[in-house]
Every structure is written in C-alpha cells, then in structure tokens.
C-alpha cells in the first residue's frame, strides 16, 4: 500500500517539474510579450511573417510586411518580438 502511495507520489512531482512548470512559464512569457506590443515594434508571427507593428488594438495587430503593404493579424499569433533593425538587415 504504502508503495503505491510514494510511486503516485513520485508521479505527481515528476509530472509537474516536466510538463506543468514549464509549459506555465511558456505561457507567462506569451502574455507578457502580447502586452507589451507596441507601434513600431518588429515582430515574427506564427506563420513566419516578418513585420513593423503599424496599429495595435485590443485583440488584432496591423503588420506592415512591405512598404505600404499592411496585414492584419491576432496578437495571440506573435511568437516572437525582434530587436530594432533587424527587417532592414534581411
């Protein structure tokens, strides 16, 4: 009986230091990065589009991807933000 216990036991720990702490983490930096978006910002979506933040609202962005070529995405598909510059350097 008391074996069991310490294997369920082990179980729970192994399965929260591999699977749930991290994938919480994961997600706290997400959010952090989708609020602190702003115009002007450089950024790489989901689907690797690369673009400038041109409009920021509450649930879409607007990427300019070309010049004078705009799209409109959810913020929730930004992986990434990139330093200043780098569009240029592509």
Do not use: C
């Not at 706290?28 to 979506?45: A, F, I, P, Q, Y």
């Not at 589009?49 to 041109?54: A, D, E, F, K, S």
């Amino acid at each position: 009986m008391i074996t069991n216990v310490i294997f369920f036991a082990g179980f729970i720990v192994i399965f929260y230091l591999l699977i749930w702490r991290p994938q919480a983490k994961r997600a706290k930096e997400h959010k952090n990065l989708m609020g602190g978006l702003s115009k002007g910002d450089e950024v790489v979506t989901s689907g690797g589009m690369i673009g400038r933040i041109v409009k920021v609202t509450d649930d879409f962005i607007v990427l300019e991807v070309a010049e004078k070529v705009e799209v409109k995405v959810q913020k929730v598909a930004v992986t990434a933000a990139l330093p200043k510059g780098t569009i240029k350097d592509i």
